[in-house]
């Protein structure tokens, strides 16, 4: 065995060939495998599983044609867009985490799953927005530029925007950028998303940055897959707090909700 891992390393060019071929093997026969399945799922997880192979494939329709499946067997748009698509995004890294999809497969699934919430987001024709002038409250949601994953934190925003808050998205700023929005903001709340706790240093430093540069500074939360890795994360990092959920973040920071019920509450 150890010989031949040397004379497939030494092969150099036709071993990385053959990874290749490999892949382009495991997607065609993911995407014949998708193709040919003619028997709808019976479940709600064998929806999103079936969405997710559909999100693997190398076509770039074949998830919108499950989705199509989806409505026309009863799922409702709403449950979709709040529910379907945080519980394909959590499969997805599962799928990776247990081999069952190479990165850049995941990759390419989690961006069509960001794609579809712009796609929502920016077809709302300013709906969110007139329902969220009533209540005169609005936050800012910072995906900071050392954090790689941002559909967390627009599936967020788009749940805040349900319970009539005015929400803004700040990505990828430079660390004086972002306390210069949160300094002429007058947000009632900024949110942090942290996906992983690798980046905990790097938020340490900006959130102390934004405590010394802004005078009345709202709370700082920290929403995202790190604070259930990271119990501590709001004592490590100087946030006010570190929550589990979009209703949790509304309660701690004392937000005003329309109280509209969601089938679905996740973290950003």
Request: charged share 20%; net charge negative; with cysteine.
């Amino acid at each position: 065995m150890k010989q031949d891992t040397q004379q497939a390393r030494s092969g150099g060019d036709s071993y990385r060939e053959d990874d290749g071929i490999r892949f382009l093997v495991e997607s065609a026969l993911r995407s014949v495998a998708l193709s040919k399945n003619h028997t709808k799922p019976a479940t709600r997880s064998e929806w999103v599983r079936h969405l997710c192979d559909a999100l693997l494939a190398e076509s770039d329709t074949g998830y919108q044609a499950v989705l199509s499946d989806m409505v026309l067997n009863g799922f409702e748009s709403e449950d979709i867009y709040h529910s379907v698509v945080p519980d394909a995004a959590r499969l997805l890294g599962e799928m990776w985490l247990y081999d069952e999809a190479t990165f850049v497969e995941v990759t390419t699934g989690a961006a069509r799953l960001q794609g579809l919430m712009r796609g929502r987001n920016s077809g709302d024709n300013g709906s969110w927005m007139d329902r969220s002038v009533p209540l005169g409250q609005s936050i800012l949601l910072v995906i900071p530029q050392f954090e790689d994953h941002s559909l967390g934190a627009f599936v967020a925003a788009d749940q805040f925007r349900r319970h009539g808050i005015w929400v803004h998205l700040a990505i990828g700023l430079e660390t004086a950028e972002v306390v210069d929005q949160v300094a002429g903001g007058r947000f009632s709340m900024v949110g942090f998303t942290l996906s992983t706790g690798n980046c905990l240093d790097e938020l340490t430093g900006l959130v102390s940055d934004i405590w010394a540069g802004v005078t009345e500074c709202p709370p700082l939360i920290i929403g995202g897959s790190a604070v259930d890795v990271e119990s501590s994360v709001a004592e490590r990092t100087g946030a006010t707090y570190g929550v589990r959920s979009v209703r949790e973040a509304i309660e701690r920071c004392n937000l005003v909700s329309i109280h509209e019920p969601l089938s679905s509450e996740l973290t950003f």
